[in-house]
């Protein structure tokens, strides 16, 4: 029985080759050697780098917000409860 599938070899990811290893092992070696060296300086920094995550966060975890014509296609019977405006309460 001899079966023949034909496989789509796809290129091994950066992730699993020498060159990420051997990057992601001076990478640790490099904070490493940041942090016992220069904890003064890096504690310094840590105000700033909150700061700067503020705007990163906002960017990268509100993906979804602000897409064109998405209120373009809902129905024209909106539930109140979508709606932002006050209810009448006649």
């Not at 917000?65 to 129905?75: A, D, T, V, W």
Request: glycine fraction near 8%; aromatic fraction near 8%; charged fraction near 15%.
């Amino acid at each position: 029985m001899n079966h023949q599938h034909e496989e789509h070899d796809s290129p091994p990811s950066f992730w699993s080759s020498r060159y990420a290893i051997g990057l992601l092992v001076i990478g640790a070696v490099a904070a490493y050697f940041l942090l016992t060296e220069h904890l003064a300086h890096v504690v310094g920094a840590l105000p700033y780098l909150l700061l700067l995550a503020c705007p990163l966060m906002h960017v990268f975890m509100h993906g979804g917000h602000g897409r064109h014509g998405h209120h373009q296609n809902k129905p024209d019977d909106v539930d109140d409860k979508t709606s932002h405006r006050p209810r009448d309460p006649s």
